[in-house]
Structures are given as C-alpha cells and as structure tokens.
C-alpha cells in the first residue's frame, strides 16, 4: 500500500528506534528528563522563545495554550477551517469554556477576514480573549500564510483587539522551509506557539508548545492536569530530537512530491480542481459525477490510500515514507480512479 492519507502515518526509522532506545532519561514529572529538556531547549532556541514544553499531541498542547490565554465564557477567534475548530472535539468549549468566533470567508485567516469578524460593541455581545492562527493551514490544503500577512494580523489582534495569540504551527516547519521565513519569524506573530514532531518530522508522537517563561509555567499546569505530565519521555523526545537532525532538511521533497502529484492529476483529468500545493498537502475538489468515496475505493483497490476531507473533497499528503516514483505511481492510479 502507498498510503497517502496523511503525514502522521510515517512509521519510525531504524536509525529514530536507535536514537529512542540509545536515549538517556529521568523522571520528566519528578525531577526532569534530560532529553526531554535538550529537546525543550532546542525548540525554544529555534522559535525564538523562552521556553518550551513537551506534550504528547498537537492536540493537547494546542488546549494548553487556550488554557493560557483564554477566559472561560468568552470568544476565541478562529478559522471556521481550522483543526482547533473542526478536529479537537470541541477542545476549547470542553476544556476552556470558550467560544469559537468564526472567521470566515477565505480559505486561511486574512486581515480583512480577522477585522469582518470582529463584532460591534455592545453589553450584549460575549467578549473576546484569545487569536487563534493556524500556519501552514491543514484544511486549506497546507496553505503558506506569509509572514507579511501573518504581521498584519498580528499587529491588529496585539494593537487594535489587546488579545494574545496561539499559533497552531503543527507544519510550522513546512511553512518556513517552503517560504526560507525562518521559524522565529513566524513564531514572533505569536504569544505561544505549537508544533508537531509526528508529521513531517517523522516521530511517532509529540508536539511542543513555546512561549515566555510564564506562558510555559502555566502550560505546565495545565499539561500536569489534562494527564500529559509523563515520566521517562525522553525516550519519545529523542524521536523528536532525531526528527529536527535528519527530516527537518528533506521537507521540500514532500513539496516538490505534492507538486509533481497535483501536475500530473491536473494534467490527466479535466474536470476536476487540484487546488495548487503550498507545501506538502493536495486538495483534489471532485465534479459532481464522482464522490470522495468512490476514489477512495478505486484508489485503494489498486494499493493507494488517500483521505476522503468531504464528500466531494480527497486529500493526499506526501511524506517521508513515500518516495517520488511511489507518489508518481499513485498520481497515475488516481488519474485513472478520477476518469468516468
Ligand atoms: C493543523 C493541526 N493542528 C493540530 C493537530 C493535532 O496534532 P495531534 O494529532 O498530535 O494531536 C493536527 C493533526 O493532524 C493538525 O493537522
């Protein structure tokens, strides 16, 4: 099977497994974890923060950071796109008592989109505490939000609303190794920041949330409370660690795949809508003669995974674990799945 259903399905090197099982460790809860704190300290120094704190997922160190910045029975501002809004279970109504402030109307945030979404002033209307941005954009197809676009709205959100904000930046690194923007660049658009070691990066778990010294103190609270305070991590941070050292470099290669995939779909079908790779994630929009699930099942019946994102939406991500004549190769098959 060539499985192109997302970056998360790559299995571990040998050379990762080396590194984990060569790892030395502690107690990261009792008194600490001396990968876990190399790694802490590497991602800190890479986005320019502080600090920063290991976790489990994405997923929790993105409820740490609307931990952080929210106030419980207020709005947080997001893309009505974004995974904090459509893949965390409603992580930041369960977790936080926030409400999501929809920000609608392009495929990633834009300034005029933040600023259409901000509501008039009213002792009715629910107060806002928290911006949430998203970089590179997951349901935008791995969308680049540039850093002159990524300024604006930050300055708008710092100057105009006064409220924090979270960077979901789970492929933070494609969008800096797609752009050269470097890391802390983007990072400095935001109070904190995540990002994943199990996508490109090819680690089988774990995310990073960065920030100053007390954003990460109160992160750690609320990382010790959701459950993810964890003891001999290091094992799991020298994943991480080897990902940074030897994945980091590759990651255009995923992009030059996706791009090499979206051409020859564009090129083999006419009426469908490849929507042009940024990054490493290709969004295929299908006509009305043929659903996500009916390629999906074509495609799979010749040993091709891709995702169904909706009904009349496939997704296809490049990674470490598919070469370029395994993603051609796939390109081909889908070609023909895609055909009446
Ligand atoms: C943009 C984005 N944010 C957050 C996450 C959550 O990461 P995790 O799966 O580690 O919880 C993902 C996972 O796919 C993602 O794509």
Redesign the pocket.
């Known amino acids: 099977m060539i499985d192109l259903r997302?970056d998360?399905v790559t299995k571990p090197t040998l050379a990762m497994r080396r590194a984990m099982a060569d790892a030395e460790v502690g107690d990261d809860v009792l008194d600490g974890d001396p990968t876990v704190r190399a790694l802490q300290d590497r991602v800190a120094a890479m986005l320019g923060k502080d600090r920063a704190l290991f976790f489990?997922?994405?997923?929790?160190?993105?409820a740490a950071g609307l931990w952080v910045h929210g106030r419980h029975g207020t709005e947080a501002y997001a893309h009505d796109d974004?995974?904090?809004v459509n893949?965390?279970i409603a992580g930041l109504a369960g977790l936080r008592g926030l409400q999501p402030r929809m920000v609608r109307g392009a495929p990633v945030m834009t300034l005029a989109t933040l600023q259409a979404a901000v509501r008039s002033p009213s002792i009715h209307a629910p107060q806002s505490s928290v911006v949430c941005f998203?970089n590179?954009?997951?349901g935008a197809g791995g969308m680049v939000t540039p850093l002159a676009d990524l300024r604006a709205m930050a300055d708008f959100a710092r100057v105009t609303l006064k409220l924090p904000i979270h960077l979901?930046g789970?492929?933070l690194w494609n969008a800096s190794a797609a752009t050269g923007t470097p890391l802390a660049d983007f990072a400095a658009c935001a109070d904190t920041v995540?990002v994943?070691f199990?996508?490109g990066l090819g680690a089988p778990?774990?995310?990073a949330l960065a920030g100053s010294a007390a954003h990460i103190g109160e992160a750690f609270v609320a990382r010790k409370r959701f459950g993810g305070g964890m003891r001999q991590s290091g094992i799991l941070a020298a994943a991480a660690l080897h990902g940074l050292d030897h994945h980091l470099g590759r990651l255009t290669e995923d992009h030059d795949n996706a791009k090499r995939l979206a051409a020859i779909v564009a090129d083999g079908v006419s009426d469908v809508q490849v929507v042009p790779p940024d990054t490493n994630i290709v969004m295929i929009d299908l006509p009305a003669r043929i659903s996500s699930a009916t390629v999906e099942a074509k495609a799979k019946a010749q040993g091709v995974l891709v995702s169904r994102w909706n009904d009349q939406r496939i997704r296809v991500v490049c990674h470490l674990d598919a070469s370029r004549e395994q993603v051609e190769r796939a390109a081909r098959v889908l070609v023909e799945g895609l055909k009446a």
Request: aromatic fraction near 4%.
């Open positions: 997302s998360t489990p997922t994405g997923t929790m160190a993105n974004s995974h904090i893949w965390e998203e590179t954009h997951n979901d789970a492929r995540m994943s199990s996508k778990v774990g995310a």
